[in-house]
C-alpha cells in the first residue's frame, strides 16, 4: 500500500474520531464502561475512537495491535494503534491527546514503514515515511527535524525525574505520541521515560502502541532513540506484552543524556 493511501486512511480515522467526540459532553467521556485487554479501565472516548478506527482499518490487510481490544485481524501489515492517547487530558478538556498509527511489515520496529500522529484536540498532524534508518517526517506537510541543542541545559520532557539533572526546563504533557512529536519538530530537545515497570521481565511503563508511532517520526526527523541504558530499540515486538523505556533526542545530545543518566544510576 502506498504511503499517500495510508495517509488518507489516518486522516480519515483522525476527522472521524474528532467529530464524534466533540458531540458527547465530558461527563460522559471520561465514564468507564469496562476493562481493556491492557488491564486498565476504558474510557467511553476510548471505546468511541476505537471502534472508528478498527471500522475503517478492517477493511485492510492488517493485524491490529491496540488498547482497548488486543490483536484484531490476521493481516501482514502490523499496526499499532492508539486511537487516544492521552485519555485523562481528552476526558478533562486538555487539548493534548492523539490519535497514533504506526505501520510494520514484520512484528518489529525495525520494519516500520509509515507512522501518523494527530492531535485530536487541535488537528495538528505528523507523519513519517521510509525506514528506520532513512526516513522523512512531516508536520502539517513541511518537513521537520529535531532541534540540534546538544548541551544538557535544554528543554526536556521527563517521565519521572528523582533528582535535579541540569535541564533548564522539565515538561510533562500526559501524551507519549504527541510529546515524541515534540521532540521531532524541535519544539523540545528531549523526551525521557525512566518509569521501570516490570511485565514478564520486560522493563518500562510505555506499552507499543503508545509510543511506535511518535517514536518512527522522531527518528525520522534526525533523533536517536534508545531505552534508558542506551540499547537500540529495532527488535522490539509490536505486541501487547512489550515494554519501553526512553531516551530520544538529537545524537550528541542523546550520548551526553545516557552517561547523565548511568551516572546517576550509579550514585544511588
Not at 517521565?159 to 535535579?164: G, H, I, L, T
Amino acid at each position: 500500500m502506498r504511503h499517500e493511501d495510508l495517509l488518507q486512511i489516518c486522516r480519515k480515522i483522525k476527522q472521524d474520531i474528532r467529530n464524534a467526540i466533540s458531540k458527547v459532553p465530558l461527563s460522559e467521556l471520561k465514564s468507564s464502561i469496562g476493562m481493556g485487554k491492557d488491564g486498565t479501565p476504558t474510557k467511553k472516548v476510548d471505546w468511541i475512537a476505537e471502534e472508528i478506527a478498527i471500522s475503517t482499518l478492517k477493511d485492510y490487510n492488517f493485524r491490529i495491535i491496540t488498547e482497548e481490544s488486543g490483536v484484531v485481524g490476521d493481516g501482514d501489515v502490523f499496526l499499532a494503534l492508539d486511537p487516544v492517547d492521552g485519555t485523562f487530558n481528552a476526558t478533562r478538556g486538555i487539548p493534548i491527546y492523539s490519535v497514533s498509527l504506526c505501520f510494520s511489515k514484520s512484528d518489529t520496529l525495525k520494519d516500520v514503514f509509515f507512522a501518523y500522529v494527530s492531535n485530536l484536540a487541535t488537528g495538528t498532524e505528523y507523519y513519517a515515511e521510509g525506514s528506520w534508518n532513512y526516513g522523512k517526517a512531516f508536520r502539517d506537510g513541511e518537513r521537520v527535524n529535531v532541534s540540534d541543542y546538544s548541551e544538557i541545559d535544554c528543554n526536556a520532557i521527563f517521565y519521572y525525574p528523582d533528582r535535579e539533572y541540569g535541564f533548564k526546563r522539565v515538561r510533562i504533557f500526559g501524551s507519549a505520541a504527541t510529546e515524541l512529536c515534540f521532540v521531532a519538530d524541535g519544539s523540545v530537545d528531549c523526551f525521557i521515560d525512566i518509569r521501570k515497570g516490570n511485565l514478564n521481565g520486560r522493563e518500562g511503563m510505555l506499552r507499543v502502541y503508545d509510543v511506535a508511532a511518535g517514536l518512527f517520526i522522531a527518528v525520522c526527523a534526525g533523533a536517536r532513540a534508545t531505552d534508558m541504558h542506551g540499547q537500540r530499540l529495532h527488535d522490539k515486538r509490536i505486541s501487547m506484552e512489550e515494554r519501553f523505556t526512553l531516551v530520544v533526542a538529537n545524537s550528541n545530545l542523546h550520548n551526553k543524556l545516557i552517561k547523565l543518566l548511568k551516572s546517576c544510576r550509579k550514585v544511588k
